[in-house]
């Protein structure tokens, strides 16, 4: 076991063995420390007692003066931090109510122990990283988990020095980054100019450095309503914060994206530091917004509470602070209300039928009147083919409160003969979309492919062959997250990386803000 998963000092890896009580019958062997042999009988006063005892004391003087926290640049051990992912107003969000979404962020380099003379060790424990999944309201801080206490009458343990995770532990750079923001402090020597950047020197790197946002041409709201370029968006667990996840998906995709999907709820304010990192990064900022109360112990808001106004106050400070940044952001509000499993499912739960479309209708003449106008509402239906209900015109608000349909579409398992394709996923959606709002532009909110590797290289050929034969379409999210327990990352295999890359190669799916010219 690694020793910095290892169990709490003084604690073994293993159940502890019992040692009976005194007077007990059970052999000495059993109960007693075994000695080596050939030491049995050396006792104190003994000159073999006083000899081992002087070489002794010697090797314990040198290891003192030679201490690793004696050396410079060597340091204190080398722990790992427990860091708690769990992002809220301002962070990346976690789909807490969601089980087919988990958190996962790769560990850091194995680290080797040096050599030192045989001491009874242990590392402090670490916390494991939460698997919960939508956002928080507040950013927790690392974890500063503590060594239990030493109980009266046993030997406190000393940690094993290990020497620091270095640059040439990694192959790539967006795995050293990915290490480094696990434990900033600990790995401080990943970032020797501290501007954030881990091993630069290292292969795989393609836009580390935000540039300011007066660096790029930022469109307007009207560019971006019917974009001169396709959209090619990407969703990770911790975005738009974590570089490491973006860096690593942009290596895999042999090219940046230039749309970013998060989520929000009632819990958290505006996304201000979100939106601008979105943008920042060349990258127009998707808001889900989810209209749920995180954790919650008296229950969910109804779709009725919206429409009647209990919640205008927040949306009124919401939209007040989209409009003041300025920027186009797409408001993706209540998403899949055509599905069965989300709180403001329409006709469910509560919820009357025509709720969401008058609290959809509501909502959005709150940022009318605040002059919000840098927002596009983009309308996300789930797609209706593994549905009871495939009608989506009850809970369309109409096209004078849409700026873009968006659609849900994920490839999992497939039925035995049947062929993956892009119409096999999306095809019934897309024609009853076609049904409802000929005339707008349709987004596919969130996609991804979760089956086996066949499977996958062989739909995602499909895939960007069915984006350019529809021109309705205008672009995709890329869901490069762990769900149903898999990998649906593009990362997964060198396969589905090249089949990826292939698709977005594309020349339509280029820079929606370019950097300026230096």
């Known amino acids: 076991m690694p020793r910095h998963l290892r169990s709490t000092p003084g604690t073994p890896d293993t159940e502890p063995t019992a040692v009976p009580a005194a007077g007990s019958e059970l052999p000495i062997h059993l109960v007693a420390t ?56 301002d962070g990346a969000p976690n789909r807490s109510l969601d089980p087919d979404v988990t958190t996962t962020t790769a560990g850091a380099a194995t680290t080797t122990a040096s050599t030192e003379p045989s001491t009874t060790t242990a590392t402090p424990p670490v916390t494991s990283r939460p698997t919960t999944s939508r956002p928080t ?89 019917r974009p001169a370029t396709r959209l090619f968006g990407l969703h990770t667990p911790q975005a738009p914060f974590a570089t490491s996840e973006i860096e690593a998906f942009s290596v895999a995709a042999e090219k940046t994206p230039n749309s970013l999907l998060f989520f929000q709820n009632f819990s958290q304010e505006f996304p201000l530091s979100a939106v601008t990192t979105s943008w920042s990064r060349g990258m127009l900022p998707m808001v889900t917004f989810e209209p749920i109360i995180q954790d919650s112990p008296s ?105 873009w ?45 979760g089956t086996t590797e066949s499977n996958r290289v062989s739909w995602l050929s499909s895939f960007f062959q069915g984006l350019l034969d529809r021109p309705e379409i205008i672009g995709f999210n890329w869901f490069n997250d762990f769900k149903d327990g898999g990998d649906w990352r593009i990362q997964y295999s060198t396969a589905t990386s090249a089949a990826f890359a292939a698709g977005v190669a594309d020349q339509r799916y280029g820079d929606l803000a370019p950097l300026l010219p230096a």
């Open 405 to 449: 349909v968006g659609a849900s579409g994920y490839l999992r398992n497939v039925p035995d003969g049947v062929t993956p394709t892009f119409e096999y996923t999306f095809g019934q959606t897309l024609d009853a979309i076609e049904a409802v709002a000929p005339t707008k532009l349709v987004m596919l909110t969130e996609v991804g492919a």
């Open 34 to 89: 075994p000695v080596a042999r050939g030491l049995r009988r050396l006792g104190v006063g003994t000159v073999p007692f006083t000899i081992v005892a002087m070489v002794t004391l010697a090797a314990m003087s040198a290891f003192v003066v030679m201490s690793p926290t004696s050396i410079p640049g060597l340091g204190a051990p080398d722990e790992l931090a427990s860091v708690d992912l769990g992002v809220g107003i």
């Open 137 to 225: 309201t507040s950013i927790a801080p690392p974890s500063s988990a503590k060594p239990a206490s030493t109980p009266t009458g046993e030997l406190a343990s000393t940690p094993v020095s290990v020497r620091p995770v270095r640059c040439e532990d990694f192959t790539l750079q967006p795995e050293a980054q990915l290490s480094f923001e696990a434990d900033p402090i600990g790995r401080a020597g990943l970032d020797g100019d501290a501007d954030g950047i881990a091993c630069e020197q290292l292969p795989g790197r393609t836009r580390n450095a935000l540039p300011a946002l007066s660096a790029r041409r930022i469109p307007t709201v009207e560019q971006v309503r």
């Open 299 to 403: 229950g969910q808001p109804m779709l009725a509470d919206i429409a009647d106004g209990v919640w205008d106050e927040y949306f009124t400070r919401w939209a007040t602070a989209a409009k003041a940044e300025g920027h186009p952001i797409a408001f993706r509000f209540a998403q899949e209300m055509n599905g069965n499993w989300y709180s403001w499912s329409d006709g469910r739960f509560g919820n009357a039928p025509g709720d969401f479309v008058r609290a959809w209708r509501h909502v959005h003449q709150i940022f009318d009147d605040v002059g919000a106008n840098n927002v596009l509402w983009v309308w996300s239906v789930n797609r209706v083919d593994n549905l009871p209900d495939k009608t989506i015109a009850r809970v369309y608000p109409g096209d004078e409160w849409v700026d």
